[in-house]
């Protein structure tokens, strides 16, 4: 649920009035359902919105509905309606109170400055659904309610009971000691221990949850930046990594740096081209990674890699080196 949709959608009945579950579809460009479970998110935030049944009936708001706000200035409120469009809100479940709070400064705002305000909606487009090339970002759905019982245990440091579907395993009950909540890449993880051990898991694999009464055991105060840094240590630590040397053309560097597992140095040649150290999963993950970036990329070592990206070179040259028979389409 996109927090910034639910403001658009606020917007709309503010400006135009009551308006129907399918010109309200038509306007966002979501289905009719999707408007339907919005207006339950929104009154679940505290937002007074109501049905009118019949033929000319709809969705509106109560008349003079206000939030207040105050000691906000434009500048500030606009950047806080940018930051209330990134994503991270969605993965801990916080999409319709995130809703509501960027309502409340658009509310903040002086009158002469609130369409400006509300225009930012169409002006400024914050993590779209799909990049240029049509691919569309992952996101991963986690229950609102099952999320919400994860969110409650962390805050009040109470032991949580979860149901937890490993990969490739039967999904099972365990208990936990949560230790707090992190966002990456739209992806939603839970930092805790386990008879003391360190645990992480992804909320879109908790199929449910329960806030136990017990305390958690834990300590009173938490870098959660640097613990996530240690855990991702000792992730990529793990399993038969590959550490790779090679040359590789600047304009790629991206395209490599979101596949690899880590980085353990860069610098840049005489001929501008970067030599990178990197770790990747295993050895299927290496070869896989080099071979898309064809001839931007150039593996210097392990020799076993070199020489199986190679062999795959020369069979791709025999297979169109000849024409085929096959007569043009």
């Given at each position: 649920m996109r927090a910034d949709r639910l403001v658009s959608l606020?917007?709309?009945?503010?400006?135009?009035?009551?308006?129907?579950?399918?010109?309200?579809?038509?306007?966002?460009?979501?289905?009719?359902?999707?408007?339907?479970?919005?207006?339950?998110?929104?009154?679940?935030?505290?937002?007074?919105?109501?049905?009118?049944?019949?033929?000319?009936?709809?969705?509106a708001l109560l008349p003079g509905f206000r939030t207040e706000l105050t000691g906000l200035n434009h500048d500030e409120a606009l950047a806080l309606l940018v930051a209330g469009s990134r994503r991270g809100a969605q993965a801990f479940g916080l999409g319709s109170a995130l809703a509501s709070a960027v309502l409340k400064v658009v509310d903040a705002l002086p009158e002469g400055q609130r369409d400006t305000a509300a225009g930012v909606a169409e002006r400024l487009l914050i993590d779209p659904e799909t990049d240029l090339l049509s691919r569309r970002v992952a996101t991963e759905e986690v229950p609102d309610a099952v999320v919400a019982e994860v969110r409650r245990a962390v805050f009040a440091g109470h032991k949580l009971r979860i149901r937890y579907a490993a990969a490739d395993r039967a999904p099972q009950w365990r208990t936990v000691d949560p230790i707090g909540l992190v966002t990456v890449r739209e992806q939603g993880y839970l930092l805790a221990t386990r008879s003391g051990a360190d645990r992480t898991y992804r909320?879109?694999?908790?199929?449910?949850?329960?806030?136990?009464?017990?305390?958690?055991?834990?300590p009173d105060r938490v870098d959660l930046d640097r613990a996530w840094r240690e855990r991702g240590t000792r992730f990529r630590a793990d399993g038969d990594q590959v550490t790779v040397r090679l040359l590789l053309a600047p304009a790629r560097r991206e395209d490599l740096l979101g596949t690899v597992l880590a980085v353990h140095s860069e610098e840049t040649d005489a001929d501008g081209r970067l030599r990178l150290e990197v770790a990747f999963q295993d050895a299927r993950h290496a070869e896989w990674a080099l071979w898309q970036l064809a001839t931007d990329a150039e593996a210097l070592t392990p020799r076993w890699l070199r020489d199986s990206l190679h062999t795959r070179a020369t069979m791709l040259a025999a297979r169109y080196g000849a024409l085929s028979d096959t007569p043009n389409p």
């Open positions: 606020v917007l709309l009945l503010r400006r135009r009035g009551r308006l129907s579950a399918a010109t309200l579809a038509r306007e966002l460009e979501v289905s009719t359902r999707t408007v339907l479970r919005d207006m339950e998110a929104l009154s679940a935030a505290g937002v007074p919105v109501y049905a009118v049944r019949g033929r000319h009936g709809g969705f909320l879109s694999r908790i199929t449910a949850a329960e806030e136990l009464d017990a305390p958690a055991q834990r």
